[in-house]
């Protein structure tokens, strides 16, 4: 199996999301993944939604009080043993705590140290809170429609938090592609906002409400059973297919105004009330099976649950996206771990014995598990 990454150990000083998710595509190289969570957890362990279940698969945890006296000298003896880690405090508090680049350097040299934040670890914003829809904000992602009609709105995946894990996890592969070069360790700033001014880019700097990257018959329409269709029928020969395959029902959209690209746009308003009579008329499975039929790019709306089905039956989470010499790497098989579940098995590995790893425990500095993990 396609695993790069086996024999490289990653410890994640990273809570929600973004730290998180770059640890996962970590993991799915072949990285060892090591979460070192705060007494109570990782916040996202109490959200109600899946995000930690499906963000820390595969991963082992180590619960750990930073601000216990000893904290600092255990986590610098830990690192030591580790190739990366993953920090993802708001600028300044790794540093309070002991846990900073620069501190944990010292016992390893070549570390590779990525800092994931909001704003990145200096400038004007560095010290302010945020959240995914704010750095989409700073960063010109909200600025332009995605839609036809309507004013912008807010995407239903937190682009800014997944974006800046990707762009994370990238850079810590050059970082470990560079120190089996030369041996040098490396520092990461990596910032949420970049990483969402970096995606909201890619079509240039066009002014904010410009709908010059939409195109009315490139967009989602409701269906007769309330269900959506995204309709792709951007370039001339898939509407001009379209309107074929509708037959009697698709003369409206036969009219000179609608003929090619540039005059669809220009005559947008028009056509969009067009079509969104037209596919309110049929159920969208019906508008899949035309599709389907003639080669056309429009698929029903799909939930999470749908999607992840149709890549297996028993899929317990999303394959990595990048099929590697014909084949997929799977999900992990294990789940997230339970807090602490693996204080033990890690301690052990960098000469920890019990008697060690329970002083710790009294010192404050460990919270071992309630219970033996199964």
Request: net charge negative; glycine share 10%.
């Amino acid at each position: 199996m396609f695993a790069p990454l086996v024999g490289v150990r990653v410890l994640e000083l990273a809570p929600f999301l973004p730290g998180p998710f770059a640890g996962a595509q970590l993991l799915a190289l072949g990285a060892e993944v090591v979460k070192l969570e705060p007494p109570g957890g990782d916040p996202g362990r109490h959200l109600p939604d899946e995000l930690f279940a499906m963000n820390n698969r595969g991963k082992k945890s180590v619960c750990v009080d930073l601000k216990a006296p000893g904290a600092g000298a255990f986590v610098q003896r830990l690192v030591a043993g580790f190739d990366v880690v993953l920090e993802g405090f708001r600028p300044g508090v790794a540093a309070r705590l002991g846990v900073d680049y620069d501190t944990l350097k010292q016992p390893r040299p070549d570390l590779i140290y990525c800092s994931l934040s909001g704003f990145g670890q200096t400038g004007p914003r560095a010290a302010l809170p945020g959240h995914d829809l704010t750095y989409l904000a700073a960063g010109g992602a909200l600025a332009r429609p995605g839609h036809w009609q309507g004013p912008p709105q807010r995407p239903g995946v937190p682009v800014a938090d997944t974006a800046g894990g990707l762009f994370a996890a990238l850079a810590v592969v050059s970082a470990l592609l560079r120190r089996a070069a030369t041996g040098e360790g490396a520092y990461l700033d990596a910032s949420l906002t970049d990483a969402a001014l970096s995606l909201a880019a890619c079509r240039g700097l066009a002014p904010a409400q410009s709908r010059t990257h939409l195109h009315p018959a490139n967009d989602l329409f409701t269906c007769r059973d309330g269900a959506l269709i995204a309709a792709g029928l951007l370039e001339d020969h898939f509407f001009d297919g379209f309107v074929a395959a509708l037959g009697a029902a698709g003369a409206a959209l036969r009219a000179p105004q609608y003929a090619d690209l540039a005059s669809r746009q220009r005559h947008g308003d028009a056509l969009q009330a067009e079509l969104k009579t037209l596919f309110a008329s049929r159920d969208a499975d019906q508008w899949e099976a035309l599709a389907n039929a003639h080669r056309l790019p429009m698929l029903r709306v799909r939930s999470v649950a749908e999607a992840l089905a149709e890549q297996g039956p028993t899929a317990p989470a999303p394959a990595f996206p990048v099929r590697i010499d014909g084949a997929a790497l799977p999900a992990p098989a294990q789940p997230a771990p339970a807090l602490g579940a693996d204080t033990a098995s890690v301690l052990a590995a960098i000469g920890y014995d019990a008697a060690a790893v329970a002083a710790l425990a009294a010192a404050g500095v460990l919270i071992l598990p309630t219970t033996e993990p199964s």
